[in-house]
């Protein structure tokens, strides 16, 4: 339970929700913007521009990275693997594990892609002094621990162990 906010506290915070809101807002915008005009889905592009940041993944980690149901990502991913975007690969390791990776038409689509939503926020967080880019990831960082404490605590009774079987966890 928080204490509650001073008059001047409370203009602060507003101001910080504000602003992250005006940045997530404007992320999708643009997302929508630029996969408007590929002929894309939000999720579509940001699922591309994922695996070309990041090479191939696995199901359960590019639905943890775009925070959505594997079900969900399936659908996204069976639409794109239909259209040649991407395909699935089963870990030679570990055959529950289905990797997701770019076509080479998904690749030469991933470097036409000119503005992107993740490009804007690195360049404007690169802007940052080093001291100021270790406080706001710290800072970051504890918003993150809190708001995972609190969806934690909401979940219904069992959730965490379906939400585990759901991704392959043990």
């Not at 001291?131 to 504890?142: A, N, Y």
Request: proline letters at 4%.
């Amino acid at each position: 339970m928080s204490l509650p906010l001073s008059e001047e506290a409370k203009v602060e915070v507003d101001a910080i929700v504000e602003t992250i809101i005006y940045l997530y807002t404007e992320s999708r915008r643009l997302t929508k913007q630029a996969a408007r005009e590929l002929g894309l889905t939000g999720p579509q592009l940001t699922v591309i521009k994922l695996l070309e940041t990041f090479g191939d993944l696995s199901l359960s980690s590019l639905s943890e990275r775009i925070r959505a149901q594997n079900s969900t990502v399936t659908g996204i991913i069976d639409r794109m693997e239909r259209e040649g975007l991407v395909s699935r690969e089963r870990s030679t390791s570990d055959r529950r594990v289905v990797y997701i990776r770019l076509t080479p038409k998904g690749s030469e689509l991933a470097k036409s892609i000119a503005v992107e939503p993740m490009e804007i926020m690195r360049g404007v967080l690169g802007a940052l002094n080093r001291e100021d880019s270790r406080d706001l990831l710290r800072i970051l960082g504890k918003l993150q621990k809190r708001v995972r404490t609190l969806v934690k605590e909401r979940e219904p009774a069992g959730a965490s162990d379906e939400k585990k079987k759901a991704v392959g966890e043990p």
